[in-house]
């Protein structure tokens, strides 16, 4: 008898079990569903970010126009645009199909750059414990990854078409979208919402023209001496030297790779020579370059850059990386502004 009794609250316990089972299930699904849109979202808030950053950019030129020239902001602001359009037309004008040209005889070559690179470290004993090291195919996917970099220039050739067309609707007309955005705060907190992005939008153009100066020094002083040394694809190398730089830490190791695996094709001492000169370059831009920046922002410890870096990439890929140091700008600014400043202006006695 005692069993009858019993059956009525087993299955109740199991009816029970069930739900909790089931609603486990449905909130892990929910939630990896959340994710999963939330890193497409977050790709998509790239692009904008992207785009917000050639605003920044043309409106930072159309300030400087305005400041030497008088002119009213709009015109100022069509000068910038045509003459930003202008000069990059110029440039792959007369240096396009050149670097092109390079860049796909460098692609080609770059199997056979590495089997000459083998040649050489065979040679020596701290070459053929590094050949070890490679040889399980590593070396053959490194070259084959560096194939892919140079036929989708990261990745993101597709993306390139949203961002322009991002960037152009915030340069026509910013005002839309900034008063968009200090709608969406509360009364109280309008006037420090306009501070905020006052001082993103300060900090982005000293950020932007910093990195700009940066990479025409080092893809300049790349082309000089790669030239002196005779390296072929020398204005191919330094293009890429001055692109890459846009990416802190990982850019110029990048770059350093292809240089120095056709330096070996000339010589092993070529090579060397290309090693030091890439290092010289990044030390003087390091210490002249990148203070001058941080004059015009905020100083950003370079462990954070790393930390950066690996975080968005892993969550976003080439374009992660590449928009990682400006997005840790904005982030160090919304810190500093809405709560190391509050806690600074606090009344409130400190433990």
Same mark, same amino acid.
């Given at each position: 008898?005692?069993?009858?009794?019993?059956?009525?609250?087993?299955?109740?316990?199991?009816?029970?079990?069930?739900?909790?089972?089931?609603?486990?299930?449905?909130?892990?699904?929910?939630?990896?569903?959340?994710?999963?849109?939330?890193?497409?979202?977050?790709?998509?808030?790239?692009?904008?970010?992207?785009?917000?950053?050639?605003?920044?950019?043309?409106?930072? =030129?159309?300030?400087? +126009? &305005?400041?030497?020239?008088?002119?009213?902001?709009?015109?100022?602001? !069509?000068?910038? #645009?045509? /003459?930003?359009?202008?000069?990059?037309?110029?440039?792959?004008?007369?240096?396009?199909?050149?670097?092109?040209?390079?860049?796909?005889?460098?692609?080609?070559?770059?199997?056979?750059?590495?089997?000459?690179?083998?040649?050489?470290?065979?040679?020596?004993?701290?070459?053929?414990?590094?050949?070890?090291?490679?040889?399980?195919?590593?070396?053959?996917?490194?070259?084959?990854?560096?194939?892919?970099?140079?036929?989708?220039?990261?990745?993101?050739?597709?993306?390139?078409?949203?961002?322009?067309?991002?960037?152009?609707?915030?340069?026509?007309?910013?005002?839309?979208?900034?008063?968009?955005?200090?709608?969406?705060?509360?009364?109280?907190?309008?006037?420090?919402?306009?501070?905020?992005?006052?001082?993103?939008?300060?900090? =982005?153009?000293?950020? +932007? &023209?910093?990195?700009?100066?940066?990479?025409?020094?080092?893809?300049? !002083?790349?082309? #000089?001496? /790669?030239?002196?040394?005779?390296?072929?694809?020398?204005?191919?190398?330094?293009?890429?030297?001055?692109?890459?730089?846009?990416?802190?830490?990982?850019?110029?190791?990048?770059?350093?790779?292809?240089?120095?695996?056709?330096?070996?094709?000339?010589?092993?001492?070529?090579?060397?020579?290309?090693?030091?000169?890439?290092?010289?370059?990044?030390?003087?831009?390091?210490?002249?370059?990148?203070?001058?920046?941080?004059?015009?922002?905020?100083?950003?410890?370079?462990?954070?850059?790393?930390?950066?870096?690996?975080?968005?990439?892993?969550?976003?890929?080439?374009?992660?990386?590449?928009?990682?140091?400006?997005?840790?700008?904005?982030?160090?600014?919304?810190?500093?502004?809405?709560?190391?400043?509050?806690?600074?202006?606090?009344?409130?006695?400190?433990?």
């Amino acid at each position: 008898m005692p069993d009858k009794k019993s059956d009525p609250s087993e299955k109740a316990e199991l009816r029970q079990f069930s739900k909790k089972l089931w609603i486990t299930v449905g909130t892990i699904a929910l939630l990896v569903i959340v994710i999963f849109i939330l890193k497409a979202a977050f790709n998509v808030l790239l692009m904008v970010f992207a785009g917000s950053l050639i605003a920044v950019y043309f409106h930072g =030129l159309a300030n400087l +126009l &305005k400041r030497n020239t008088r002119l009213p902001r709009g015109w100022c602001l !069509l000068i910038g #645009i045509l /003459l930003t359009v202008t000069l990059l037309g110029l440039l792959f004008w007369f240096l396009g199909a050149k670097i092109s040209l390079q860049v796909g005889e460098m692609t080609q070559d770059l199997p056979k750059i590495w089997q000459n690179v083998k040649g050489h470290l065979n040679n020596s004993d701290i070459g053929r414990k590094l050949l070890y090291y490679l040889s399980d195919g590593n070396g053959e996917k490194m070259i084959g990854s560096f194939q892919e970099v140079f036929r989708t220039s990261f990745g993101v050739v597709g993306d390139i078409y949203i961002i322009l067309f991002i960037g152009v609707f915030f340069t026509v007309n910013p005002r839309l979208y900034r008063d968009g955005i200090i709608k969406l705060v509360p009364a109280e907190g309008k006037k420090q919402a306009r501070d905020v992005i006052r001082r993103l939008d300060f900090t =982005l153009k000293g950020w +932007l &023209k910093g990195m700009l100066i940066a990479m025409l020094f080092i893809a300049s !002083l790349s082309f #000089i001496g /790669l030239s002196i040394i005779g390296v072929p694809m020398s204005l191919a190398l330094a293009f890429l030297a001055g692109l890459l730089n846009f990416i802190p830490n990982f850019g110029p190791l990048i770059a350093m790779i292809p240089a120095v695996l056709i330096g070996f094709t000339v010589s092993t001492n070529t090579a060397l020579f290309i090693a030091l000169l890439y290092i010289v370059i990044q030390t003087v831009e390091s210490n002249v370059i990148t203070p001058m920046i941080q004059n015009v922002m905020i100083k950003i410890p370079p462990a954070l850059i790393i930390i950066s870096q690996v975080l968005f990439g892993t969550l976003t890929g080439g374009l992660g990386i590449i928009l990682a140091t400006p997005l840790l700008v904005v982030i160090i600014v919304l810190v500093d502004e809405l709560y190391v400043k509050r806690q600074h202006n606090s009344k409130e006695p400190i433990d």
